[in-house]
């Protein structure tokens, strides 16, 4: 019988540890791993997690690290602090997959780009929306010139009230200074990245909008950028807290490529591909949470085999950076 993989989690005040991505129901549910400890600075929030999940609670993380000196670590915790957390894990050696943005500012990122490429550290970034049906079939007909000159890219992702956030403990989430910003730091990134992981090529903020009308916030609540390639393609941007359906935890989510030759969109329950002359499904039901388990399986499977992490933290560096740019075209300095 192989070794079961130790992992611990740090920070799980981040409603990723137990909500939407659900990092720890993911643990819980593969084979082959085994959850060490789990760490807060909020004793109450490490107490409940380690009990719900049966494992170590833990208020400091350097601490857990000493004590049950893990294969491989999930970081969570704030935005503000994700680069000390990940320059001390970095620093220490320890595999990790940590939650975007890894910091505030595009600089921090970049500079633990420079450090993981420097120490030759394995640390990934969980935009798994790059491993879902529509995104690789897109990469695919991008590959084989399937929908010759690409128009125009959207991807919308429109969660629920940004309320949701204080009710899973993550209440730092409408605090500017710890958050970094709202719904285009949190949700944006997933299409800046995706944005430079489909055209492959350069992209730019061409224009942005931003608004907090709804929850009148310090965040903004809605957001809506345009990004144009290299070689014309738009890619739009639009992401928001907004989805007027709450508690139901529902999306309003479009993805979509649209060239001269062909569309390739997400339809309830799967794919549609529009040509002269096809009308094509492909039955692929995807959420916009649904990649992240395969994506954590994915992260193990590498660090395993001893390949690098399919997202790095330059990727991250980079959606981070078209992120600020995105706020400065908004008007937001």
């Not at 049950?68 to 670590?73: A, T």
């Amino acid at each position: 019988m192989s070794q079961k993989t130790r992992i611990a989690v740090i920070e799980v005040n981040h409603w990723h540890s137990t909500y939407d991505a659900a990092y720890l129901d993911i643990l819980r549910d593969l084979d082959n791993v085994q959850l060490v400890g789990v760490s807060d600075t909020d004793v109450a929030i490490a107490n409940d997690r380690a009990q719900r999940y049966e494992t170590t609670a833990f208020t400091d993380y350097h601490e857990m690290l000493d004590t049950v000196n893990p294969d491989f670590v999930i970081a969570l915790g704030r935005h503000i602090d994700m680069p000390t957390t990940a320059r001390y894990l970095i620093e220490a050696g320890i595999p990790f997959l940590m939650e975007k943005p890894m910091g505030t500012e595009p600089s921090a990122v970049a500079d633990l780009a420079d450090l993981a490429e420097r120490k030759n550290a394995w640390v990934a970034v969980p935009f798994p929306n790059r491993q879902s049906p529509w995104a690789q079939k897109a990469r695919e007909m991008i590959a084989n010139d399937e929908f010759g000159k690409i128009s125009h890219v959207v991807f919308r992702i429109i969660r629920p009230t940004m309320q949701r956030y204080v009710e899973w403990d993550s209440p730092w989430m409408l605090d500017v200074a710890a958050a970094g910003g709202g719904a285009l730091t949190n949700l944006g990134g997933h299409g800046m990245d995706m944005a430079r992981y489909l055209l492959q090529e350069d992209v730019q903020v061409s224009s942005a909008v931003i608004s907090n009308i709804v929850h009148m916030a310090d965040v903004e609540d809605y957001a809506l950028a345009t990004l144009r390639s290299a070689s014309g393609a738009l890619f739009h941007v639009e992401v928001g807290y907004t989805m007027p359906t709450w508690p139901a935890n529902e999306s309003d989510s479009e993805m979509k490529v649209a060239g001269e030759k062909a569309m390739l969109q997400v339809v309830p329950d799967g794919l549609q591909l529009l040509a002269p002359g096809r009308n094509e499904f492909f039955d692929t039901p995807v959420s916009v949470t649904s990649s992240y388990p395969s994506f954590v399986k994915d992260c193990l499977d590498r660090l395993n085999r001893g390949d690098p992490p399919a997202v790095t933290v330059r990727d991250c560096a980079g959606a981070v950076q078209l992120i600020s740019d995105a706020y400065k075209a908004a008007g937001r300095v």
